[in-house]
C-alpha cells in the first residue's frame, strides 16, 4: 500500500515565489540604491581631491612667486651695498678704517645674500624644483672650496679651524655647487654657534665604498630635546632675546635635502648645551678619478668697452657706473627699459648690463625687441638682477642674455664676466 503525501495547492506555490522574488527584487533594488550612493560619495570625493590637489598647486604656486619676488626686493638693495663695499676696498687711497668697515659690510652682504638663498632652496627642494648637475668631482676640492668661503668668518672670531683634506684621487659623484653649499653651510653653523677663540675641526676619511666628511666644534652644543628634529625644516634651539646666534633655521633642512639628492646621509650629535656639536656626512664613493684640474690661461689686460648700464635703482647704478668706469670703460645709464632700447638701438656697444625688473619694458622684452631689431654688431648681454631661480635664468637666455647675474654681485665678479666679453662681437 503506498504513502499518499499531500502537496500544497498550485496557488498557494505560487505565491509563495512570487512573494520571494519580490523580497529578492527588494533586496537587489537596497543594494542598487546604496551602491548608487557609495559611486555618489566616490564622485564627490574625488571630486573634492582633485579641487583641493588644485588648491595646494595653487599654493604652492603662489608661495614660490612670492618667495621669489621677496628675493628679488631684498637682492636689489643689496647689490648697491655689495659694489659701493667693493669700491671702497678699491680705493687705493683708502685708511685702514676705511678698509675694515668696507670688509664689514662686505661680509654682512653676503650673510644676508646667503639667508636668501637657503630660503629659497628650501622652497624649491620641497617642490621638487632643484636638479642638480653631476660629475665626478674631487671631494678635497670642494671641502677646500668651502673652507675659503667661511674662512674670513672664522678668522674674524679669532677661532680655530683644523683641517684634515682626504687624497686628491678620492673622488664623489655629485653636483659641484650643491655640495659645497653642503659643507660651507655646515662650517658657518659651527661657527656661528662656536664662540670667539673656539675650535672648529674638519675631517675626512674614504673608505671603499664610502666617504664620511665630520665637521666638530666645542661651541654651545645642541639641547636633547632639539637633537631629533635638528634637521627639520624652521627648528631651532633655544636663542636669547638678542638672538646673536640667531637665523632662518633653514639651512640644515637645505643639507640633509641636498645630500639626500646625492644618495647620501647626514647626521647630527651632541652630549649637550655646551659640549658642542657633532654633523657626519655619509657619500658614496665614486669608482672613477676626477677630472684634471683646467689650469686657467694667464690673465691679459681687459680691452677697454663700451659698455650700456640700464638700472632703474639709482644707486646701483651710480655704484656700478663707478665701478666700471675705474676699470677703465665707457659707461653711459639708462634708467628704464625704453630708453636702454632707445640708446641700444640707436649705438654700437660693446656690453650690455641689464636688470631684468625694469619699468616701462623689463629687460627680457628689451633683450628680445634689440636682438629681433639689431643689425651688424651684437653687443654682448649681462643680466644682473635679483631673480635668481633656474626658470628665471632660463627664460634670460632665451631673451638673448649671453651671461645671468644674481644680486649682489661683487666688483671683482662683474668685472671678471664684463673682461670674458669676446673682443670680436660682431654677429
Known amino acids: 500500500m503506498g504513502t499518499y503525501e499531500q502537496q500544497p495547492p498550485v496557488s498557494e506555490q505560487r505565491s509563495f515565489d512570487e512573494s520571494a522574488l519580490l523580497d529578492r527584487i527588494r533586496a537587489l533594488e537596497a543594494d542598487v540604491a546604496s551602491l548608487r550612493e557609495a559611486n555618489e560619495h566616490l564622485v564627490l570625493a574625488t571630486v573634492d581631491a582633485q579641487y583641493q590637489r588644485e588648491d595646494a598647486e595653487a599654493v604652492n604656486r603662489r608661495q614660490n612667486e612670492f618667495l621669489a619676488m621677496l628675493a628679488h626686493e631684498l637682492r636689489n638693495p643689496l647689490s648697491p651695498l655689495a659694489m659701493a663695499a667693493s669700491l671702497l676696498e678699491r680705493d687705493a687711497d683708502a685708511a685702514p678704517q676705511q678698509l675694515r668697515l668696507a670688509r664689514v659690510i662686505a661680509r654682512q652682504v653676503d650673510h644676508m645674500a646667503r639667508l636668501l638663498d637657503d630660503l629659497l632652496d628650501a622652497a624649491r627642494l620641497s617642490s621638487g624644483k632643484i636638479k642638480l648637475t653631476v660629475e665626478t668631482l674631487a671631494l678635497a676640492d670642494v671641502l677646500r672650496h668651502a673652507v675659503e668661503t667661511v674662512q674670513p668668518r672664522i678668522l674674524e672670531r679669532g677661532q680655530v679651524l683644523d683641517v684634515e683634506l682626504p687624497a686628491a684621487t678620492v673622488a664623489v659623484e655629485g653636483d659641484k655647487v650643491r655640495l659645497a653649499q653642503v659643507f660651507t653651510n655646515l662650517l658657518g653653523n659651527a661657527s656661528k654657534y662656536t664662540g670667539d677663540g673656539g675650535r672648529l675641526r674638519l675631517a675626512a676619511q674614504a673608505g671603499s665604498d664610502e666617504i664620511v666628511v665630520t665637521i666638530a666644534d666645542n661651541g654651545t652644543g645642541i639641547a636633547p630635546e632639539v637633537l631629533p628634529y635638528i634637521f627639520d625644516l624652521f627648528t631651532q634651539g633655544p636663542r636669547s632675546l638678542a638672538r646673536s646666534e640667531g637665523g632662518l633655521g633653514v639651512g640644515l633642512n637645505v643639507v640633509r635635502n641636498l645630500v639626500g639628492m646625492h644618495r647620501g646621509t647626514v647626521e647630527a650629535h651632541s652630549d649637550g648645551p655646551g659640549r658642542g656639536s657633532r654633523f657626519t656626512v655619509r657619500l658614496p664613493r665614486a669608482a672613477g678619478l676626477p677630472a684634471a ?54 649705438e654700437r656697444w660693446d656690453v650690455i648690463v641689464c636688470d631684468i625688473g625694469l619699468p616701462e619694458l623689463d629687460g627680457l622684452e628689451l633683450m628680445q625687441a634689440l636682438r629681433a631689431q639689431q643689425e651688424g654688431a651684437r653687443p654682448y648681454a649681462i643680466a644682473l638682477t635679483g631673480y635668481g631661480q633656474p626658470d628665471d635664468e632660463a627664460r634670460g637666455f632665451e631673451a638673448g642674455f649671453d651671461r645671468y647675474l644674481v644680486k649682489p654681485v661683487g666688483a671683482a665678479a662683474l668685472l671678471a664676466v664684463v673682461a670674458d666679453a669676446p673682443a670680436d662681437v660682431s654677429a
Open 293 to 346: 684640474p683646467v689650469r686657467p690661461e694667464p690673465a691679459q689686460a681687459t680691452p677697454r668697452r663700451r659698455i650700456l648700464l640700464v638700472e632703474d635703482n639709482a644707486d646701483a647704478s651710480a655704484t656700478l657706473a663707478d665701478i666700471l668706469a675705474a676699470e677703465g670703460h665707457d659707461v653711459v645709464c639708462a634708467g628704464d627699459g625704453r630708453a636702454g632700447l632707445a640708446r641700444a638701438l640707436a
